[in-house]
């Protein structure tokens, strides 16, 4: 199958979808994860009309986009950060990334506020990353602190809080955990009605998460292959 072939079927996948879901498949952003993978994959997505793509490790990511601009200078991707974020990468991580995905922890939101303040015409469009598991370990915030945690986002005038992030945990029944994602994001909605966007679903389990309102799925190998 061709790069365009398997984006179309995937593109095909989401208004399916969407449409058992009763949404408009408009509503759903397809982001193209092309982490471990050559500046031209996204070169080559590009000139078949694709825009947003997700990388996850800033040192990989930076000199991707470094390079895609070189090379492209008129077609620039639109570029979303999906994973764990290191505060001593925020400073180069605002050199290329439009959306944040996962903004876990107030360590991270200080930083980020720190260096948005240096630059006063830079605006970053986040989701608060949900931790579903019982695991203080991994990255994400508990559902019962986003309130809390989503206050102290609001306060950076700097920061769009777009609404939550979710991954469903591994052996987990993802339309469960993407139900929880739905009913967390009805909460925050209840303090910033405008932040009712949610980032969840991968290529195996994107489907479930369109069922429950997702509006932002991130998929990699189904359209990419295995590098």
Same mark, same amino acid.
């Given at each position: 199958m061709s790069l365009a072939e398997a984006l179309s079927a995937v593109k095909s996948r989401i208004d399916l979808a969407a449409k058992q879901a009763g949404r408009d498949p408009n509503d759903v952003e397809l982001i193209v994860v092309t982490k471990t993978h050559p500046a031209q994959l996204v070169l080559d997505l590009l000139a078949i009309g694709q825009r947003n793509f997700g990388e996850n490790k800033d040192q990989e990511a930076s000199a991707k986009a470094l390079e895609v601009a070189s090379v492209n200078p008129t077609n620039q991707p639109i570029w979303h950060f999906v994973g764990q974020l290191q505060s001593n990468k925020v400073k180069s991580m605002l050199n290329y990334t439009s959306v944040l995905h996962s903004l876990d922890r107030e360590s991270l939101l200080k930083e980020l506020a720190k260096q948005l303040a240096n630059r006063p015409q830079t605006s970053l469009d986040v989701f608060i990353e949900l931790n579903l598991t019982d695991d203080p370990g991994r990255g994400g915030v508990q559902p019962?602190?986003?309130?809390?945690?989503?206050?102290?986002?609001?306060?950076?005038?700097?920061?769009?809080?777009? @609404?939550?992030?979710?991954?469903?945990?591994?052996?987990?029944?993802?339309? &469960?955990?993407?139900? %929880? $994602?739905?009913? #967390?994001?009805?909460?925050?909605?209840?303090?910033?009605?405008?932040?009712?966007?949610?980032?969840? @679903?991968?290529?195996?389990?994107?489907?479930?998460?369109?069922?429950?309102? &997702?509006?932002?799925? %991130? $998929?990699?190998? #189904?359209?990419?292959?295995?590098?």
């Open positions: 019962k602190d986003l309130l809390s945690f989503a206050s102290k986002v609001l306060e950076v005038p700097q920061l769009n809080l777009l @609404g939550v992030m979710g991954v469903a945990g591994l052996g987990a029944n993802p339309s &469960a955990e993407f139900e %929880r $994602v739905a009913k #967390a994001s009805a909460d925050l909605r209840s303090i910033s009605p405008k932040s009712g966007y949610i980032s969840a @679903g991968m290529s195996t389990d994107f489907e479930q998460a369109i069922a429950q309102g &997702a509006t932002h799925i %991130r $998929v990699g190998t #189904a359209i990419t292959g295995n590098r």
